[in-house]
């Protein structure tokens, strides 16, 4: 079975500093994604970032890169020169292949305040 | 570009009530999903559809039954209502296929109160 885990329900950095969003997965597949994205208090869904099983660099977008650990199993979201606007829930998300069909599954979450 | 339309936005039921909650994307993406999203929980998947034609039950299906009506259409039905259903109901769609580094798009959730 695939799972994600995030294990911090609640996180918090001060404005400018980095903060580190840990995500583990677990899956017997060889080939999967490793998504991340932001919600707002509004609510929406934001698409951060992408890194692929088989990419042998980790991802960056910015200021987010994905801190990629394959034997690990980790899959953990940088945030650097963190700003207000950064204060929202962050998720984990991996999609794998079962049964032949392309799934998209997420953690619980890790609730991030930036403080000034 | 609207992209993923769910309606209604809001919405209170009564215990024992059915509704249907409607998701439309203009991406011509093969796969949606249906979602909900609950405190301390994230999102699970209720049921998904790889493409038109096919749906396939996710992690927490019981009490809901989806149609895909057409390659743009995924709808959420509920047939008879329970508080538990209390949550916000996430739609989302994306490319289907061997890739894997599609993201998923989203709708803006519907907020559904079951009292």
């Known amino acids: 079975a695939q799972k994600i885990t995030q294990t911090q329900p609640g996180m918090f950095v001060q404005e400018k500093e980095a903060v580190t969003l840990d995500c583990t997965y677990d899956?017997?597949?060889?080939?999967?994604?490793l998504f991340w994205y932001k919600q707002p208090s509004s609510g929406e869904m934001i698409f951060l970032i992408y890194?692929?099983?088989?990419?042998?660099q980790n991802a960056t977008e910015g200021r987010y890169s994905l801190n990629f650990q394959k034997a690990r199993k980790s899959a953990n979201l940088v945030i650097s020169a963190s700003q207000l606007g950064d204060s929202a829930m962050y998720f984990c998300?991996?999609?794998?292949?079962?049964?032949?069909?392309?799934?998209?599954?997420f953690g619980a979450g890790t609730r991030l305040a930036v403080h000034p | 570009n609207a992209g993923v339309t769910q309606t209604p936005k809001f919405q209170v039921l009564k215990t024992g009530q059915s509704m249907t909650l409607q998701c439309a994307q203009d991406?011509?993406?093969?796969?949606m999903y249906w979602y909900r999203q609950d405190p301390g929980m994230g999102l699970r998947l209720i049921y998904y559809?790889?493409?038109?034609?096919?749906?396939d039950k996710g992690e927490v299906p019981n009490g809901y039954n989806v149609s895909r009506l057409n390659k743009r259409e995924f709808s959420l039905r509920l047939e008879s209502a329970a508080p538990s259903q209390t949550s916000v109901y996430f739609c989302?769609?994306?490319?289907?296929?061997?890739?894997?580094?599609?993201?998923?798009?989203f709708g803006q959730g519907t907020r559904l109160t079951v009292v």
């Open positions: 998300a991996m999609r794998a292949f079962s049964g032949g069909y392309n799934k998209l599954i």
């Open positions: 890194q692929g099983s088989y990419d042998e």
């Open positions: 989302a769609s994306s490319e289907f296929g061997r890739t894997l580094n599609t993201e998923a798009f």
């Open positions: 559809s790889a493409s038109e034609g096919t749906t």
């Open positions: 991406m011509n993406h093969n796969s």
């Open positions: 899956t017997s597949d060889q080939s999967y994604g």
